[in-house]
Each structure stands twice: as structure tokens, then as C-alpha cells.
């Protein structure tokens, strides 16, 4: 995912998940919030703690869920905030095409998908 397209600062993550319209499917969770930015642009952030697994268990879970917003990016209405929370564990999200299920049907629910590709 291009550096562009993260939400980094803290304050962002820390507003979107206080603040943003939850949306569950699976083993995500996923906080969305309409942000200010011009251009209209999407920006996302994968949070997956200690009870998800080890730190290798973590870091994969948090790679495939990643990849599978790459990969999604391009049919979502833009101009929000995302904050992605894994919560099951490395059997639960065990693929690419578990991951970009359950956020197919969280960003159906938050109604970020675009009418003509959905």
C-alpha cells in the first residue's frame, strides 16, 4: 500500500475509531469516517493486538488484510478514513480471499462500495 493512502498520525487512527461507524464481518472489525482530504482519497490502518497471536502471527494476518484493501481500493467510494481491527486469529483469516470477503461485506454494510461495481 503507497504511503499516501496510510493513516499514520495517531490523532487520525485515535478519531476514526472513537468517532467512525463500526462494521463487523468475520474476524474484522473496521471504523469508518469521512475525512476532509482534497483530493478525495482513502486513507487505512491495520491494528492487530497480542490477542490475535505472536508477533509473526500478527504481522501476517495484518499483511493479508492489507493486500486485500490494495486490492479493493480502487471500487470504494473515496474521501474516508479507515481503521481495519483483526480480531480472530491466524485460523479464522488463514487467506487472501477470507480477508477480501469479510471486507467486501463490512464496506456493502458502510456503503463505501461504488454502485457500479458492486
Known amino acids: 500500500m503507497e504511503r499516501s493512502s496510510r493513516l499514520r498520525e495517531s490523532y487520525d487512527v485515535q478519531r476514526t475509531r472513537t468517532k ?13 469516517l469521512p475525512n476532509q482530504l482534497d483530493p478525495p482519497r482513502n486513507r487505512y490502518t491495520v491494528i492487530a ?26 471500487s470504494l467510494k473515496q474521501g474516508y478514513d479507515v481503521v481495519v481491527i483483526v480480531r480472530g486469529d491466524v485460523t479464522e483469516l488463514n487467506g487472501l480471499d477470507v480477508a477480501q470477503r469479510a471486507l467486501g461485506e463490512i464496506f456493502r454494510r458502510a456503503k463505501l462500495l461504488d454502485r457500479e461495481n458492486e
Open 20 to 32: 467512525g461507524v463500526s462494521a463487523a464481518s468475520g474476524p474484522l472489525v473496521a471504523r469508518v
Open 49 to 74: 493486538g497480542k490477542r490475535v497471536g505472536k508477533s509473526h502471527e500478527r504481522n501476517r494476518c495484518k499483511r493479508v488484510t492489507r493486500e486485500a484493501l490494495r486490492l479493493m481500493n480502487l
